[in-house]
């Protein structure tokens, strides 16, 4: 399989690690209710037959964390972007805030 | 063995002829029995040119078997080559190219090929039916292991492997290219060359050691030249072009994602043995943006009674061996067919100078064009034919049955042709289903990975001038695909020689035994058995016959197989459908795969800065991971390796050691938000940590659990360095890389890993400030005001060498950490050394730091298991309540917080000479052994110098509320059972005054 990284180009998956769904999102750990949330983002993942997004770590290369685009009934990939480059709603600052800035 | 005389002549060597190399001579043997070939022959045209003709026994009634075909698709002539080491089963003679002092023996037989006790397995041929093991072998269970398997793998079976470990060595490459061109026969050649001229970069693999396919096995022309001709020009075309790689000796056996296609090269299968430094084989990983099946054709047999005499052959081989070799395979063949291709093969054969006795074509009608060639050849044509019987032990004569009459010929040698299969196999590595095409009466390619087209043959397109003209199409569709611009090129000019066909499959009134699968032994009786019984899917089919399961993966007997099932269902065989095939095309050798990575090199192995010096000291090495680490370092006169550990525990403890403690992830961490970042990954507080101070961090998973653990220094405002166990190094890594660019990417930090940067040694003991101060250079202080415990420092050490000190301690001792540029680690381990000699510094392996850590109650890899929590570990007062980090939410789940789960504490055996054992599970006194009862286990064992007994750690329920307690640590595996005290997990100085001294 290749991974088009958008740093070293098109790549063995050899050089990656894989994590999983990439469409989880880290739950706000502040909100009520935030154990469930967190128990459904640990835990629960859908395994759909088609068009799938997950995270993959270019280990081997740049180090990146890259959210790649794959067909799991083909493995055809589509594309591949950075992690930080993906326009995440901002993460929710966790409770107590200890933030340095 | 040294070659006879180049002029000899062997019997059934044609005259001229062929594409070997008459003036020399190769000498090999067959059993023993000493002949000769040339250079280009195969080790099979080898064989039938000395008129050998029977060549191994068959799977399972031990039935003579002789050449079928004169390709890889061989499902009989598999011999042993070589010997010793290098023995290798299962070689099909068809391929093995001959060399000089090649060695090749029958399998399968016993005592000898000519007389096979077991051949007593065909009398017995009437039982012996599809599932009969299933259905004979059933009861009692335990016999299957002890009596049925052990025999019928005696008496069934394929050659024998090679006892010794492989001499030979395995490479692994890696190929990119624009166009991949399996196959270098007509379509392949015209591909490669269309796509050449227009510039690409094109990998042209050819299997064979002859580049060419059919063109060499045929006398059909191209231009007007003998296609041979043809070939050899436009590779020595191909092969004067920058952009192409000609790879002979290699097959294409697999096809992966992204236009990844697997390939084995066959370096020195024809030589003796390697030459220095050459591999046997090749592994190659070629990606290729545009791919080109052009891989030719299977030809078929028909099924019919005693098709299986060694003298039966393929049509289409014996046209081959005849062209390419040079070689009858026989003085006087007969032909059976159902296709016009077989008439033309026999021409060329009658042309080449073998008797033909005639031609049996199942069909009626053949064209009128066919039957006059034959008669001006003097063969005679026998329309609307069949082969109904074969005598002789090896083949002497047939028996035809045509309008209601029998008759005998005489022949040693019947050419069979039922049609051509293409070659579609890598058509389907990606669950393309092949389709049934009726006109060819064969199935095609379906659909096809992406990137990859069939061409030739290999597409149905079976005659020389379509296939010529669909090489150079798809070779101009590839180079326009990728953009490249293609300049129109003329085809060769070829004719399309007449190929048609009716389809026809088996011979149903014939007599004696008729084999589909000639590998497996699976006749059409057994079809029509498992047609009976119910297993009538392809697949069942299949799996209940074996039919297509034996190494050759019914490359000549699958569709045969599933058209007797077809016409035994009535369904068709378009609605019975096909099995489809997976990697690889043929056998690869195991040894490839694994290339380089055998024994000792079978992964790297990491040393340590240090490990010049730990040699020098004399260390046991142990690995721990992917390091080899100094486990302990024995002396003169110690006998055992505990006597080592506890003279280098005691030592550290009065005095002063040393060990490498580089192995431990080191992770830089700089920007604003560093102790931001940190806070939310370790479950305590680092933004408050002073600069130039160090902390011991837990950082947990996202589920709660314990991920690691380790000290982290401020260097700067805005600069941590981080340490992590060794073997959570890489993983502890990515995690935070995840944290960073997935989860807060608007934070400002950056990471590196500088676990290979930095040298760090451990420095322990009461003395161990004062061998510090002789290595620092003049004007660093480290004094306890100055370092204090969970100090850092950043200094010169040993004239001018950058160094960080660090003030921490696993052993429990006063200890620092001494870090310096990893260049320098083995000049910082001799300098301590030397320093420490007053003191009788003593090194320490892994072993003693082991001992050391478990006498303080320090966690470590056998406590972080990744089923503990930081509560479970005694760590749970660590966590900040006020901030948010990884796992803090689900660490609060009640299944996590209770406090009833098994944690930390101290054991030691009432029976103080008692060893006790890490693994041994705790119980409560005087209950059964029930894992109802189960209440924890022993995590870690060591036996303590300092207290003279056993001491462990272990994760107990309620552990901490249980102090005093006697407790059951029971053993069963190794046989323990014994009484222990439960403690606080501190065996040595709890206040950690040594330490802070």
């Known amino acids: ?101 | 063995m040294s070659p006879l005389p180049a002029n000899r002549r062997a019997a059934n060597r044609l005259a001229a002829g062929g594409r070997i190399d008459r003036s020399r001579t190769l000498a090999f043997s067959f059993d023993g029995r000493r002949l000769d070939g040339h250079p280009g022959d195969t080790l099979a045209s080898a064989l039938l040119a000395n008129g050998v003709k029977l060549v191994g026994r068959s799977f399972k009634y031990h039935r003579p078997r002789g050449i079928v075909s004169a390709g890889p698709e061989e499902p009989n002539a598999l011999v042993e080559l070589r010997g010793g080491a290098r023995r290798e089963p299962n070689s099909r003679a068809t391929v093995t190219e001959l060399f000089d002092g090649l060695e090749a023996t029958s399998q399968n037989r016993w005592p000898s090929l000519a007389l096979d006790l077991l051949s007593v397995n065909g009398l017995l041929a009437p039982f012996l039916g599809a599932g009969f093991y299933y259905k004979t072998f059933m009861w009692p269970a335990a016999l299957w292991e002890k009596l049925y398997e052990p025999a019928i793998r005696r008496a069934a079976g394929l050659g024998r492997a090679a006892e010794a470990a492989d001499p030979d060595s395995y490479e692994k490459v890696n190929a990119f290219c624009d166009l991949l061109v399996i196959g270098s026969g007509p379509a392949g050649l015209m591909a490669a060359r269309t796509a050449a001229r227009a510039g690409a970069r094109v990998i042209l693999a050819e299997e064979d050691f002859l580049p060419g396919g059919r063109l060499n096995a045929e006398a059909l022309e191209v231009d007007g030249a003998p296609g041979h001709l043809f070939a050899a020009r436009t590779l020595a075309e191909l092969a004067g072009l920058p952009n192409v790689r000609l790879m002979t000796r290699t097959t294409v056996f697999g096809v992966y994602d992204g236009g990844t296609y697997g390939a084995v090269e066959k370096v020195s299968d024809h030589l003796p043995e390697p030459g220095p430094f050459q591999p046997r084989q090749r592994l190659w990983r070629i990606v290729a943006r545009r791919a080109i099946l052009a891989a030719g054709a299977t030809e078929r047999p028909i099924v019919f009674g005693g098709n299986d005499r060694p003298g039966v052959m393929a049509a289409g081989a014996v046209q081959a061996y005849a062209n390419r070799f040079g070689v009858a395979a026989a003085r006087q063949v007969a032909v059976f067919a159902n296709n016009d291709g077989a008439w033309r093969a026999t021409f060329e054969a009658r042309t080449a100078g073998l008797g033909v006795a005639a031609i049996i074509d199942v069909r009626s009608e053949v064209p009128p064009a066919l039957l006059a060639r034959a008669q001006a050849l003097g063969i005679r044509a026998i329309p609307g034919g069949v082969v109904t019987a074969t005598r002789g032990r090896t083949l002497a004569g047939i028996e035809i049955t045509v309008g209601g009459r029998r008759e005998q010929i005489a022949v040693d040698g019947l050419a069979v042709s039922g049609g051509w299969s293409p070659n579609l196999h890598l058509t389907c590595h990606h669950g393309g289903r092949p389709v049934w095409d009726p006109r060819l009466a064969a199935f095609v390619p379906g659909s096809t990975p992406p990137g990859l087209e069939a061409a030739g043959a290999a597409a149905g397109r079976l005659t020389l001038g379509a296939a010529l003209r669909d090489g150079l199409e798809a070779g101009a569709r590839a180079v326009a695909d990728i953009g490249l611009i293609v300049h129109p090129i003329e085809p060769p000019k070829a004719e399309d020689e007449p190929a048609g066909i009716a389809a026809f499959w088996h011979v149903a009134a014939s007599r004696g035994p008729a084999f589909v699968d000639q590998q497996n032994d699976v006749t059409a009786k057994d079809i029509a058995l498992a047609h009976k019984e119910g297993f009538r899917s392809v697949e069942h089919l299949k799996r209940y016959t074996t039919l297509g399961m034996a190494t050759d993966q019914g490359k000549t007997s699958n569709v045969t197989g599933l058209a007797i099932m077809a016409e035994l269902t009535g369904a068709g065989i378009e609605a019975t459908g096909t099995t489809i095939f997976r990697p690889p095309y043929t056998p690869v050798a195991l040894g490839v795969f694994a290339g380089h990575h055998r024994g000792r090199e079978f992964r790297p192995v990491r040393l340590t800065p240090t490990h010049g010096w730990a040699e020098r000291q004399g260390a046991v090495f142990i690995e721990t991971g992917p390091w080899l680490r100094a486990q302990y370092f024995p002396r003169p006169g110690e006998t055992d390796w505990l006597e080592t550990v506890n003279r280098e525990v005691k030592a550290v403890r009065a005095s002063v050691g040393m060990i490498d403690v580089s192995t431990f992830g080191k992770i830089d961490l700089q920007g604003p938000d560093a102790g931001a970042f940190l806070d939310r990954v370790y479950i305590n507080t680092f933004s408050t940590l002073p600069v130039g101070k160090a902390r011991y961090g837990v950082m947990l998973r996202e589920d709660g659990l314990v991920m690691d653990d380790g000290t982290t220094a401020r260097l700067g405002e805005s600069h941590y360095v981080m340490t992590t166990t060794t073997a959570n190094a890489a993983k502890v890594f990515q995690h935070l890389e995840f944290c960073l660019q997935v989860l807060w990417p608007e934070l400002d930090v950056q990471m590196a890993s500088v676990s290979e940067q930095w040298a760090q040694i451990a420095l322990a003991g009461p003395k161990a400030r004062e061998v510090l101060a002789r290595i620092v250079d003049a004007g660093t202080d480290v004094s306890d005001a100055a370092l204090p415990f969970m100090g850092v420092l950043g200094t010169t050490v040993l004239g001018g060498v950058p160094a960080r000190l660090f003030r921490v301690s696993f052993s429990g001792e006063l200890g620092y950490e001494i870090a310096v540029p990893a260049r320098q680690g083995e000049r910082l381990a001799e300098a301590l050394m030397a320093a420490g000699a007053p003191f009788g510094i003593t090194p320490y392996g892994i072993e003693a730091l082991g001992v050391m850590r478990i006498e303080k109650g320090h966690v470590s890899g056998n406590e972080l298991s990744g089923q503990t929590t930081a509560a479970d570990l005694g760590l749970g007062r660590m966590a900040s309540t006020r901030k948010d980090h990884i796992g803090r939410v689900m660490a609060a789940r009640p299944g996590l917080a209770d406090p009833a789960r098994p944690s930390l504490v101290g054991l030691k055996p009432v029976d103080g000479a008692a060893r006790l054992r890490a693994g041994a599970h705790l119980l409560p006194p005087g209950v059964p052994a029930t894992t109802a009862n189960d209440e924890g286990y022993i995590t870690s064992v060591a036996y303590s110098p300092h207290l003279g007994h056993w001491i462990g750690l272990g994760l107990l329920a309620r552990g901490p509320q249980r102090l005093g307690e006697r407790v059951r640590a029971y053993d069963p595996v190794r046989g323990g059972d014994l009484e222990v005290e439960v403690c606080a997990p501190c065996f040595l100085d709890p206040k950690g005054e040594r330490l802070r001294g």
């Not at chain 1, 690690?17 to 459904?40: I, K, M, Q, W």
């Not at chain 1, 993942?45 to 180090?63: I, K, L, V």
């Open chain 1, 1 to 101: 399989m290749r991974i088009p990284c958008p740093f070293c180009g098109s790549r063995d998956a050899h050089e990656f690690s894989y994590l999983g769904d990439a469409t989880p999102r880290r739950p706000d750990p502040a909100a009520p209710g935030a154990e469930a949330a967190f128990f459904d983002y640990v835990y629960l993942r859908d395994n759909p037959a088609g068009a799938f997004e997950e995270w993959w770590y270019h280990a081997a290369g740049c180090r990146q964390w890259l959210k790649v685009a794959r067909d799991t009934r083909t493995h055809a990939i589509t594309g591949a972007v950075l992690a930080r480059d993906v326009a995440a709603p901002a993460a929710p600052t966790p409770a107590g805030g200890e933030t340095a800035r």
